[in-house]
């Protein structure tokens, strides 16, 4: 085995195995070194998208959601079931399935661009060599033309709720539970707390959230977050702003949360509770001294806007550098790095990634929200369009939400698009792309969209910036 390449990942994530795998392509000799551990103690490439992320917790959210359906909503549509039941050790084979194949998947896509795959601990020394870790205690130095750090990110502790991995968890514990808590306690109302508290409010838990911030999702659009408050407030997942957790403790009838908020300080009795306030760069142990890579106070790799970090040759991509801590974002920063390392063109266009929330209904979102395109004192214009007035949302039973499109009012650039309601993830797609080619909203309108269809939505909001709208009132 060689102890230079041209390219050494350090991090095989969805930031590390995409640059791995661009880097192979371009033809040049890469090694990729990731030391991610699964409870069971076999090792995987995918970090936490693929074993403790994003995968698992979608395979989660699609059980619980058609068992709910099938409860709830199949009614509707004149289909009896009789009682049904969820047999959760099965859903979570399934989701394990799910997992195993997409981390094989990686190593198989290494083999087939001949990656070395090296499982273990990487750290950068001096020089561009990288002092490699293997499972079995041994350790090698390799040299490196180029090292790219995709570390990730873990999540974010809270010192008034530790975790003991039982009865507090973080959200990895929480896509493991064996079954279903009665009294479920998630702290922290973001991406992570919303998804895990609706699949086991799904499930029959009463799911409270509790979220130390006053204002609901601040990240999207008000309106969104005004609306998906609603929905949820609908599904009966209780969720509480202004509350600041002060302590933690597991007694016998579970664990007992205190929290202050405006009205004082209050007490809640869980079974299991989940803590979900974020995540923070994984740096700890990447860097020896005198790399001459620095981090910033947050603990931040520092890179600039093509992710070099202040060594040449020396690139950081994904959860640890600056930017929303994305998967897809993430796996463009990878491709980028690997095609400028190989000397050709790369970019990431960070005024058009797109944000999701997998929740029902699904929050997605891109470009600027309402608020930042009045502070930022332009003229606009907005057209709102609601699936209630979507034939193929009610055929579906998914007639919640609308597509709110934001264009300038002086040459009508698209500035952004906010969907909550069904299929918002796949939908927001377009805008995505519309974005990235400059379009205007009437370009939207002049783009003929098939009937019956959920995109014929973000045709008509565009139709209403110019109140235009075919299919609903212009208000």
Known sequence: MS?????????????????????????LTVACIDGWKNRDGSYAFGGTCLNAGCIPSKALL????????????????????????????????????????????ILGLFKAAKVT?????????????????AVDGSVRVLSAGSVILASGSVPTPLKTAPI??????????ALDFTAVPARLGVIGAGVIGLELGSVWRRLGAEVTV?????????????????????????????IRLGAK???????????????????????????????????RPLTEGLLADGTGVSLDARGFIEVDDHCKTAVDGVYSVGDCVRGPMLAHKAKDEGVMVADLIAGRWGHVNYAAVPSVIYTAPEMAWVGQTEAQVKASGRAYKIGSFPFLASGRARAMEAASGFV???AAQDDDALLGVHIIGPMAGELIAEAVLALEYSATAEDLQRTIHAHPTLSEALHEAALAVDKRAIDYPNR
């Not at 795959?117 to 870790?133: I, P």
């Not at 507090?168 to 514990?173: A, I, K, M, N, R």
């Open 3 to 27: 102890d230079h390449y041209d390219v050494v990942v350090i991090g095989g994530g969805p930031a590390g195995y995409p640059a791995a795998i661009r880097a192979a392509q371009n033809g």
């Open 62 to 105: 699609e059980s619980s959601e058609l068992y709910h359906r099938a409860k709830v909503e199949f009614s509707e549509h004149g289909i009896s079931t009789g009682a049904v039941a969820m047999d959760v050790a099965k859903m979570q084979s399934r989701k394990d399935g799910i997992v195993k194949a997409s981390t094989q998947g």
């Open 117 to 133: 795959a090296l499982q273990g601990h990487g750290r950068l020394l001096a020089g561009k060599q990288v002092e490699y870790t």
């Open 164 to 173: 003991d991995g039982v009865h507090v968890v973080d959200s990895w514990g």
């Open 210 to 238: 509790l979220e130390a911030m006053d204002a609901f999702l601040p990240m999207a659009d008000e309106a969104v977050a005004k609306e998906a408050q609603k929905q949820f407030k609908k599904q009966g997942l209780d």
């Open 245 to 279: 957790v002060s302590g933690a403790s597991v007694g016998a009838s579970g664990v007992s949360v205190t929290y202050d908020d405006a009205k004082g300080s209050h007490t809640l009795e869980f079974d299991r509770v989940v803590v979900a306030i974020g995540r």
């Open 404 to 406: 709110k499109v934001i």
